[in-house]
C-alpha cells in the first residue's frame, strides 16, 4: 500500500551514477591508485541502499565545497588582476607626470637662459 | 582423466561496476578529475604581460623627454609583493581544498575500502593494552598508594642499584608506595575473575617449598648458547627454558621440568637461591629499568588490560587456552647497559619466536633511540655501533640475525614502573648466586661453553 512518491530516493541511486560520480570526484583520483579505484568500483555492488545514499552525499559534498573554493579562487585572481593593472597604471601616470615637470623645468631654464643673454 | 578434454573453468559473468571499472583502468588517468586553472600561473602570465606593457610605454615616454630623464624605480618590489600576497592567499584556499580531499578520501575508505582483519592478540603483541582506553588507565593507576619516606626510598634504591636486591617484604613496601606496582600486592584481587592471583608472596611460598630447585652456587653464565631445540622444540613458549640455559643450569630431567616456566620454575628457583645465599635477607628483588645490571633476570607480567573488563592476568592465550593463575609469563636476561650518544640502553636477550637481542632506552630522547635503531639497519651503522668494544661484543652474539637485532620501546618492552602499561615486572639479580670463579678462566664470550665472569 506504499504510495509511489513515498518510495526512499536511494532506490534510484544506480551503480552507474555513483561511478560516474567517482570518477568526477577529484579525491578519488587524486589519492587512489588505479588498482585501489578498481577495487572501489566493485564493492559498489555490494553498498546497501542506505550505504548508496551516504556515498552519493559524501560526493556532493566534496563537489560543493571544492565548487566554492574554485570560485574563490577565480575571485582572488580576478582581484589581484584589477590591482595589479590599477599600480601599473598608476605608476605610469606617475612616471609621465615626472617626465613632464622635468621637460616643463628644461624648458624654462632655456627661457630663462636666453632671456639673461638678451639682457 | 579418462575423456582428455579439459573443462575450462566457468567464468563469472562480470557486473556492470567491474566493466566500469575495467574501463576505467583503461583509461588515462586524469588529475583532479577535470579542468581546473591554475592561478598562480594563470597570475604569474599576467603580471608578465603588464610588467612587459608598462615597460615599453615607459621607455617610450622616457625616450620623448629625452636622455636625461628621471627613472622611478620601485615597481619591480610592488609586483613582488603583490605576486607574494597573491600567492599566499592562494595557498590558504589550496590548503582547504587538501582538507576536503583528505575528509572525503577518509570517507570514501570507510565506505569502500575492503575491512582489515581483527589482529589477534600473541605474545609478541599488546592489542588489548594499547586498545585501552585513557579513563581506564587513570582508574588503574590512581590506587591508594602511600608514598614512601624519602629516607626510606633512598635506602630500598641503593638496595637495588649496588645491593643484592630486595627482600619479599621490601619489595611489597616498594609495590604499596607505588600505583602501577599494586598487582604484586597479597590479597590484590584481579578484576575479571575476582580471585587473587600470583604476586610476590605466592612466588616467595613457591621458593620455600622443597620440591623447587636448588640453583645456589650452580649458574655458570653462557651469555652466547644458542636455544636447544631438542629439549623444546615442542612449539611452547621457551624464554624460561633458554633462560636456564645461558644461566648454564644443569640440564636433568627434574631441572628442565621445573626451569620450563617462569611463574612456577624459574622465578621461584632463583628466588630460593637468593634467600639461600643471603641467609633470608634478600630474594634478590630488583625494581626499575635503571637498576637492571648484567645477570639480572628480567619477570614480564602478563597482559594486564583487557578491552572493557579491566585487569587481565592471561587467563587466555591467544588462541583461548586456558592459562589458570599465570601472572608471569616471560623472562628476560640482562646484557648489559650500553651507552650510545650519550644514552644509556639496556640490552636484554631473550627467546621469543627467535634468540632476540633488544636494546630498551633507559634515559634516552626519541631522537637518539631512532638515530640508534637506524643504525642498527645498516651495514654502515652496525660497523660504527662496533666501534664500542663492549658493545661490539654484543652485536658479535647476533650477528648471523641482523633482523633479531632491534631496538625495542613498546609497552611489552617498557617497565612498569615507568609506564603502566609496561610488562617488564622486576628482575632477580643472578650475580650472588653464581658458581664459585674458577681462577685464570678464559673469558671470551666466543666460547660458549665457558663461563662468564659477571
Known amino acids: 500500500m506504499t504510495d509511489a512518491t513515498t518510495q526512499p530516493v536511494t532506490a534510484e541511486i544506480t551503480v552507474q551514477s555513483l561511478v560516474e560520480r567517482l570518477k568526477a570526484s577529484p579525491t578519488f583520483n587524486e589519492k587512489y591508485a588505479p588498482v585501489e579505484q578498481e577495487l572501489m568500483i566493485r564493492r559498489l555492488d555490494d553498498l546497501t541502499p542506505d550505504q548508496r545514499l551516504k556515498l552519493q552525499k559524501t560526493l556532493e559534498a566534496e563537489n560543493q565545497k571544492l565548487t566554492e573554493i574554485e570560485k574563490q579562487k577565480a575571485e582572488l585572481f580576478e582581484d589581484y588582476k584589477l590591482k595589479a593593472k590599477l599600480l601599473m597604471d598608476r605608476e605610469y601616470k606617475v612616471i609621465t607626470a615626472n617626465i613632464e615637470t622635468t621637460e616643463k623645468q628644461e624648458a624654462e631654464e632655456n627661457l630663462q637662459k636666453q632671456i639673461n643673454k638678451i639682457q | ?454
Request: glycine content about 10%; some cysteine.
Open chain 2, 1 to 454: 582423466m579418462g575423456g582428455g578434454e579439459k573443462q575450462q573453468p566457468e567464468r563469472k559473468p562480470r557486473s556492470r561496476s567491474e566493466e566500469l571499472a575495467l574501463e576505467m583502468a583503461k583509461e588515462e588517468k586524469k588529475p583532479g578529475g577535470g579542468e581546473r586553472p591554475e592561478y598562480g600561473v594563470l597570475f604569474g602570465k599576467y603580471l608578465m604581460a603588464r610588467s612587459n606593457e608598462y615597460k615599453a610605454k615607459r621607455q617610450a615616454a622616457e625616450a620623448g623627454a629625452g636622455a636625461g630623464s628621471e627613472t622611478l624605480g620601485g615597481l619591480d618590489t610592488k609586483i613582488t609583493k603583490l605576486e607574494t600576497e597573491f600567492g599566499e592567499k592562494l595557498s590558504k584556499l589550496d590548503a582547504k581544498a587538501t582538507q576536503v580531499k583528505e575528509g572525503t578520501a577518509e570517507a570514501l575508505t570507510a565506505q569502500l575500502a575492503p575491512k582489515p582483519k581483527r589482529k589477534l592478540h600473541t605474545h609478541e603483541s599488546d592489542t588489548y593494552t594499547s586498545s585501552m582506553s585513557t579513563a581506564m588507565l587513570k582508574k588503574y593507576t590512581a590506587k591508594r598508594s602511600k608514598p614512601l619516606p624519602a629516607a626510606e626510598l633512598a635506602e630500598l634504591q641503593e638496595k637495588m642499584k649496588r645491593g643484592n636486591g630486595l627482600s619479599v617484604e621490601e619489595a611489597l613496601k616498594l609495590a604499596k608506595s607505588h600505583p602501577n606496582l599494586d598487582f604484586l600486592r597479597p590479597r590484590w584481587k584481579c578484576s575479571c575473575c575476582g580471585k587473587p592471583h600470583v604476586g610476590l608472596k605466592g612466588l616467595e611460598r613457591q621458593a620455600k617449598r622443597e620440591d623447587t630447585q636448588d640453583v645456589r652456587g650452580k649458574i655458570r653464565y653462557k651469555l652466547n648458547v644458542e636455544s636447544d631445540k631438542e629439549e623444546y622444540g615442542d612449539g611452547k613458549l621457551k624464554c624460561a627454558r633458554y633462560i636456564s640455559g645461558v644461566l648454564g643450569l644443569e640440564k636433568s630431567p627434574r631441572n628442565n621440568a621445573g626451569l620450563g616456566s617462569v611463574t612456577g620454575g624459574l622465578a621461584p628457583a632463583l628466588i630460593r637461591a637468593n634467600l639461600k645465599a643471603s641467609g633470608g635477607a634478600s630474594a634478590g628483588l630488583v625494581f626499575g629499568i635503571g637498576n637492571f645490571e648484567l645477570g639480572d633476570v628480567l619477570i614480564f607480567t602478563a597482559s594486564k588490560f583487557r578491552e572493557g573488563q579491566g585487569k587481565y592476568y592471561g587467563h587466555k592465550s591467544a588462541k583461548g587456552r586456558k592459562e589458570g593463575r599465570v601472572r608471569f609469563n616471560h623472562a628476560a636476561i640482562v646484557r648489559g647497559v650500553v651507552v650510545v650518544d650519550g644514552a644509556k640502553y639496556l640490552a636484554v636477550q631473550e627467546e621469543r619466536s627467535g634468540i632476540e637481542l633488544n636494546f630498551l632506552p633507559i634515559n634516552s630522547t626519541k631522537a637518539k633511540t631512532k638515530a640508534f635503531a637506524k643504525k642498527l639497519s645498516t651495514k654502515k651503522g652496525i660497523a660504527e655501533l662496533k666501534e664500542n668494544p663492549r658493545l661490539a661484543k654484543i652485536l658479535k652474539y647476533r650477528a648471523g640475525f641482523k633482523e633479531l637485532i632491534r631496538v625495542r620501546t613498546g609497552n611489552l618492552f617498557s617497565d612498569v614502573m615507568k609506564n603502566p602499561k609496561g610488562r617488564i615486572s622486576f628482575a632477580i639479580r643472578t650475580k650472588n648466586i653464581q658458581a664459585p670463579q674458577r681462577v685464570a678462566e678464559n673469558s671470551d664470550e666466543n666460547q660458549t661453553t665457558q663461563q662468564q665472569p659477571i
